[in-house]
């Protein structure tokens, strides 16, 4: 079975990552017996680096099941339970005088009462913060870090609200029961536990890019077909987003837990998994219906045996990831991408190349491969429109409101590392293209920053040739700051 669906998506990998602008897409299909890995495109445009199955890339949001399994395996060996208060299991009077009741099931569900956030982020030259530390100050703040604290950090608990600063306080729970840093327990007892010989926390203790002769995947920030560098970034959030690896390794781990899902103790027991993966709370959205379950997201158990859980992640602004786990198929696929399609913002799976090589892998191994798949197409392929002196001052404005605004990020960007690595994925004219433009645009949005009023204002005053240049690079708002409404309401 595998050897059809892998010589399909040797096929269709290079037609994917054309048709949607992505520079390289790395996939790992696994049985609980078996693991391959297909990749095509580039790690790296300037310097021609081949993305495989080996590539280290930032993990984003795939470090939150990394966490519940870790805590998971402290309510085995009894020291914690799920439905133990949270300020039970943390430093006393670290969430502050008469926090909210929240349970550990609560965050793991993103019921934990903080409000939906992308990751606390800092440039990746400034020290790395302590988790505990940093959940302290965060509390004692009291306020998101997204647009300086438009929002408070607080909601009402028990409704579903997406964050990564929960599964932190979570991580944060791990540390201080165990004594142990994060960073050291998790490499222990799930990274190496699993076999994932090159993936690692960003926690300031080693180098994340520091894998052997493993190759690093550059991030992509989008504007059409134009691809910048992503701004270099770490997060003191990372029990939620601060994983590094690659899609063998992420391959790894969700073999691990399929065999675990079909009976063998892994780095759970079979029961343990169970609860982490059985429905807890429906997931608002658009589509079909799905569930968070303790630190996982889930398919509509409806579909019987079509059922998968996994989760997608991203990391800012260059990286996309799909996971899923079919037990009752006994397969698993994961696959990473080094495109952020800064227009759209948001990236779906369905329109995203790992997202589709995902589904597409799961549902050949049971279909499987149909016929007359698409060669590859040697032309190129636009999926925007070509930079010019104006739009390379957009984008400088873009990246600068999504970075400095939204990120809260204050230091200045290298602007010139990630000038000097732009490339554009379809033409060799590139002449339009203005690196002093994109830099005036990302030093006026920093001047405003954080302020979302003023970035908004900024972003208006771009007026309509700007919002017609998004909706070109396939935005589906004519509003240039997007995220300004979402996380500044």
């Not at 549902?363 to 002196?389: C, I, K, N, Q, Y």
């Amino acid at each position: 079975m595998l050897d059809a669906v892998m010589t399909a998506l040797d096929t269709v990998l290079p037609r994917l990552a054309a048709v949607t602008g992505t520079p390289g897409v790395a996939v790992a299909v696994a049985t609980s017996a078996e693991l391959r890995t297909a990749a095509t495109g580039f790690a790296d445009l300037a310097a021609n680096t081949p993305m495989t199955g080996d590539t280290v890339a930032p993990g984003g949001s795939l470090t939150k099941p990394v966490t519940g399994l870790v805590f998971q395996q402290l309510v085995e060996a009894g020291a914690a339970a799920l439905d133990t208060p949270i300020d039970q299991l943390l430093p006393a009077g670290l969430r502050g005088r008469d926090p909210e009741p929240v349970t550990a099931a609560m965050l793991a569900t993103h019921q934990g009462g903080y409000y939906s956030d992308i990751v606390t982020a800092t440039a990746q030259a400034a020290p790395a913060e302590p988790v505990l530390d940093y959940l302290r100050r965060r509390h004692e703040a009291g306020r998101a870090v997204e647009y300086g604290g438009a929002l408070p950090l607080l909601t009402v608990p028990g409704r579903y609200s997406y964050s990564s600063f929960g599964v932190g306080v979570l991580g944060g729970a791990v540390e201080h029961l165990t004594g142990e840093p994060y960073g050291a327990r998790v490499r222990r007892e799930v990274f190496d536990a699993a076999g994932m010989k090159d993936t690692s926390i960003d926690d300031g203790t080693r180098n994340p890019w520091a894998t052997a002769d493993r190759a690093r995947a550059t991030g992509y920030t989008a504007f059409g077909d134009w691809c910048l560098p992503s701004p270099p970034v770490r997060t003191a959030a990372y029990p939620g987003v601060g994983m590094y690896t690659s899609a063998a390794d992420a391959g790894r781990l969700l073999q691990s837990l399929l065999r675990t899902a079909r009976g063998d103790r892994g780095l759970v027991g079979p029961e343990s998994l169970a609860t982490m993966v059985t429905p807890h709370f429906p997931r608002p959205g658009r589509g079909a219906r799905s569930f968070s379950g303790l630190t996982f997201e889930l398919a509509d158990p409806d579909l019987g045996d079509d059922w998968w859980w996994g989760h997608t992640a991203a990391f800012p602004w260059g990286f996309w990831w799909e996971a899923r786990v079919w037990p009752h198929r006994d397969l698993a696929a994961v696959a990473v991408g080094n495109r952020w399609d800064m227009a759209r913002f948001h990236n779906p799976a369905t329109r995203s190349a790992p997202g589709l090589a995902v589904e597409w892998a799961g549902r050949w191994a049971v279909s499987g491969v149909p016929a007359g798949l698409p060669a590859p197409d040697p032309s190129p392929h636009r999926t925007g429109p070509r930079p010019t002196e104006e739009s390379s001052y957009w984008m400088g404005v873009l990246l600068g409101e999504r970075t400095h605004g939204l990120l809260g990020i204050p230091d200045p960007l290298p602007i010139g590392d990630l000038t000097a690595g732009a490339r554009c994925l379809s033409a060799a004219d590139v002449s339009g293209w203005n690196p002093d433009a994109f830099a005036r645009g990302v030093e006026h949005a920093r001047a405003v920053a954080p302020d979302p009023d003023a970035l908004g204002a900024l972003g208006r005053d771009l007026g309509p040739a700007a919002a017609l240049w998004m909706l070109d690079c396939g935005a589906a708002s004519a509003d240039v700051m997007m995220p300004v409404g979402a996380f500044a309401r």
